[in-house]
């Protein structure tokens, strides 16, 4: 029986896109009060982005407008982008999800990345009044993050649960259901046509989730037969 529902929050929760727009926008914005530009670079670091660009946006947006620049720049873009309080918010599903399920079963995050940022996005979207537990992965290290199973041991302690009585829910099939299988959670793999890893493919079977969905409405049908029927 089903006793906690636990979830992702990258693009599962809401839209990565979003924070990655919302953190373009204070980078830009932060460039303007400091004279280093007077417009332009939002709309190329997005181009970047969108084409598929990872990793070194900053130094490809500032090579193409021309703009020198050093390693202390950048790092001081990367802090501003990171430490930026996000405009995000939920998918629609997902709101549906929790508002569904609350008092149901206990609810809760478990997230990688770095923590100030996910405390920020979790804060953004009201999630630190919504869930009952939230696992940061960045708190106990980076090699700790998913697929580590230290923050699912972490939960099933708080929440005083065994592996059974967990399903998480994610969207990266590389990284969020190894550690649950094994830990004999539930797991269901919810593949949005815009997400990030939409199109990211495994050949081992132990990565993949126990269910696949296109969005968190089809979630109700796998665990609503499962819950015990307690409030929480």
């Given at each position: 029986m089903i006793k906690?529902?636990?979830f992702d929050l990258d693009d599962t929760i809401y839209p990565e896109w979003q924070f990655v727009s919302s953190g373009f926008s204070a980078v830009d914005?932060?460039?303007?009060?400091?004279?280093?530009?007077?417009?332009?670079f939002y709309?190329?670091?997005?181009h970047y982005y969108s084409s598929g660009y990872r990793g070194n946006i900053f130094n490809l947006a500032?090579?193409?407008?021309?703009?020198?620049?050093?390693?202390?720049l950048i790092n001081q873009m990367v802090e501003k982008y990171r430490r930026h309080q996000p405009l995000i918010n939920m998918h629609n599903d997902a709101r549906w999800a929790i508002n569904f399920f609350r008092g149901k079963a206990i609810l809760g995050i478990i997230t990688d990345g770095y923590y100030e940022v996910q405390k920020n996005k979790v804060k953004a979207l009201?999630?630190?009044q919504e869930m009952n537990i939230i696992i940061y992965t960045d708190q106990f290290g980076r090699n700790n993050w998913k697929p580590s199973k230290t923050p699912f041991e972490k939960?099933?302690?708080l929440a005083n649960l065994r592996g059974e009585e967990c399903i998480y829910i994610g969207d990266n099939v590389k990284k969020d259901?190894?550690?649950?299988?094994?830990?004999?959670?539930?797991?269901?793999?919810v593949i949005r046509k815009d997400g990030e890893y939409a199109n990211a493919e495994i050949n081992e079977k132990k990565y993949e989730a126990m269910y696949v969905v296109r969005?968190?409405?089809?979630?109700?049908?796998?665990?609503?037969?499962?819950?015990?029927?307690e409030r929480f």
């Open positions: 906690a529902i636990v914005l932060w460039l303007k009060q400091i004279n280093i530009i007077r417009e332009g709309e190329i670091a997005w500032l090579d193409e407008m021309g703009i020198r620049y050093d390693d202390d009201g999630l630190d939960f099933m302690y259901f190894i550690a649950a299988n094994l830990l004999h959670w539930k797991t269901i793999h969005d968190l409405y089809e979630t109700r049908q796998i665990i609503e037969p499962e819950i015990i029927g």
